[in-house]
């Protein structure tokens, strides 16, 4: 695809509830990031994924959220037993790391919204 | 890990004045120095990066410039536009492998 690619655009869930997001990141990025923004607030970091490489998961808030990668192709983001506090929109990005230019791409993000 | 600070939070001013953010950064392998900008309602994107072998960059009305033994890059928008209204991110890296850390960013608003 020509870039990062995030799905569901929007997802309203009920309180409990489990989610489950999906990133396509540009084909042969080797990492793959997850943030989380708040309405009017910053870059929360959640995980990270590079390469083979064990995930950089110091990010995640509660043992709620999990992430996985296949490869270096598609991530899944899924949160579990969903709060209200969750709501935000979630964001993935690829680069291609190691290389001289290592801009991150980002997705048009997922818009959470737990009622 | 890497601390980032970012400042000021927010900036008001006047079009065609300029402005500066200061990015200010731990850890002292860092070697790539990107700015990103997130306008209302869409992704952030990179509009400027720089690297530690050199000290500025510039690239129209936008430049950075990099003190490594300070630990510090700022990001300089001259002759501001309504447009450069956004939230602007530090993001500094270190070596292959190591992930992007974000500051907090800086809210400017460019008043017409």
């Known amino acids: 695809g020509a870039g990062v690619s995030q799905s569901p655009s929007n997802k309203v869930t009920e309180k409990g509830k489990d989610v489950e997001l999906r990133c396509d990141p540009i084909?042969?990025?080797?990492?793959l990031y997850w943030y989380r923004q708040r309405l009017g607030q910053g870059l929360e970091f959640l995980i990270y994924?590079?390469?083979?490489?064990?995930?950089?998961k110091s990010g995640l808030p509660s043992d709620r959220f999990s992430a996985e990668r296949t490869g270096e192709s598609v991530s899944t983001l899924t949160i579990q037993r969903t709060q209200q506090e969750d709501s935000a929109v979630y964001l993935c990005?690829?680069?291609?790391?190691?290389?001289?230019?290592?801009?991150?791409?980002f997705g048009q993000g997922t818009r959470l919204t737990v009622v | 890990g890497e601390n980032v600070e970012q400042h000021p939070s927010t900036l008001s001013v006047q079009e065609g004045d300029s402005a500066v953010i200061k990015c200010t950064y731990s850890d002292s392998a860092s070697n790539y120095f990107p700015w990103y900008k997130q306008e209302l309602g869409k992704r952030p994107q990179l509009i400027i990066d720089?690297?530690?072998?050199?000290g500025e960059k510039k690239d129209q009305r936008i430049a950075v410039t990099l003190n490594k033994t300070a630990k510090h890059f700022s990001l300089h928008i001259t002759e501001t536009q309504p447009e450069d209204s956004a939230v602007y991110f530090c993001a500094p890296a270190g070596g292959s492998g190591d992930k992007l850390t974000f500051g907090t960013g800086t809210r400017l608003a460019v008043r017409p």
């Open positions: 720089i690297r530690s072998n050199v």
């Open positions: 084909s042969g990025h080797t990492a």
């Open positions: 990005a690829s680069s291609l790391m190691g290389s001289p230019n290592t801009e991150a791409f």
């Open positions: 994924f590079q390469g083979n490489s064990a995930p950089d």
